[in-house]
């Protein structure tokens, strides 16, 4: 039978504890706590969504969340997979790190979505919150569960507006969005009136370039004859003997002479509006 432990019995089990530690390392008798490798780096990974495998230098290291990985002090290509890796819309989450000896380095790996944007028919220009992005075909990249608020916009065609991504159900998201722009016959008749009322202002012109050519002409072929004859009254002038005739002769000179040079402002005032109304005919 065994009984209480007396005082005589507990003072010797309490020398023989002392002597015990005169001779042996205290790491035999009690578990030490091991104090952290400062010549490694570690890496500490989380993601949205979580559980996705991590590549560090093109090796498998575990998955998502990833607590103090220990890595070699220096540059590490750190890659976290999609969970929809054969999916071509969705990409990798890459990094290229260089953790110091003794650092804990943490990444937050935020994987992004891709959504197909296309239309029919296509180039209609994609917008996010009066940003321009792209045109269709365009694939809109967000992260998980975020919604993006988009308009398509095409000239002549009515403005599809629609919302994109922010489903967490994979079966309920839609990926692809195939999108039939339809015509804006509000938009359509403008562009219409504006065409007619661009041909009707051609129309007038032309006429006025017609009109002002052929005055052109005629006022350089005017001008021609009224200096004829402006140069023979002069010769008669000079030729003649008779003070009375010289005096006509002079006086007809000076009249074709004014006559000529009336005729050459009009040339040259007709030929500037025949050039000018047939360059805008031509621009409208």
């Not at 008798?29 to 490798?37: E, N, R, T, V």
């Not at 006086?251 to 000018?276: C, T, W």
Request: proline content about 5%.
């Amino acid at each position: 039978m065994y009984g209480p432990i007396s005082f005589r019995h507990g003072f010797v089990l309490g020398m023989i504890f002392r002597f015990s530690l005169c001779f042996f390392s205290p790491s035999v008798l009690f578990a030490q706590i091991p104090s952290p490798d400062t010549s490694l780096a570690f890496l500490t990974i989380l993601s949205m969504p979580e559980g996705l495998p991590v590549f560090i230098d093109g090796k498998k290291a575990g998955t998502t969340p990833f607590q103090k990985f220990p890595v070699q002090p220096g540059a590490h290509d750190v890659v976290v997979r999609s969970a929809h890796a054969t999916s071509w819309l969705d990409e990798d989450w890459q990094k290229q790190t260089m953790p110091r000896a003794g650092d804990t380095l943490m990444l937050v790996a935020q994987i992004r979505k891709g959504y197909l944007l296309n239309s029919a028919p296509y180039g209609a220009q994609v917008w996010r919150e009066g940003e321009l992005l792209g045109t269709t075909p365009y694939v809109l990249r967000l992260p998980d569960n975020e919604t993006a608020h988009i308009e398509l916009r095409l000239p002549s065609y009515q403005t599809i507006k629609l919302e994109v991504g922010g489903k967490s159900d994979l079966l309920l998201q839609k990926r692809n969005y195939d999108l039939v722009l339809e015509r804006d016959l509000n938009f359509a008749a403008i562009q219409q009136q504006g065409a007619a009322r661009q041909q009707a202002y051609a129309g007038k012109y032309r006429k006025l370039t017609y009109l002002s050519a052929a005055l052109s002409v005629a006022a350089g072929v005017g001008s021609v004859l009224l200096k004829r004859e402006a140069d023979d009254a002069y010769e008669q002038y000079l030729t003649t003997g008779n003070p009375t005739r010289r005096d006509h002769y002079f006086n007809r000179a000076e009249k074709y002479d004014r006559y000529y040079g009336a005729a050459i402002a009009v040339f040259e005032v007709s030929f500037a509006v025949s050039f000018y109304s047939f360059l805008k005919s031509i621009k409208d």
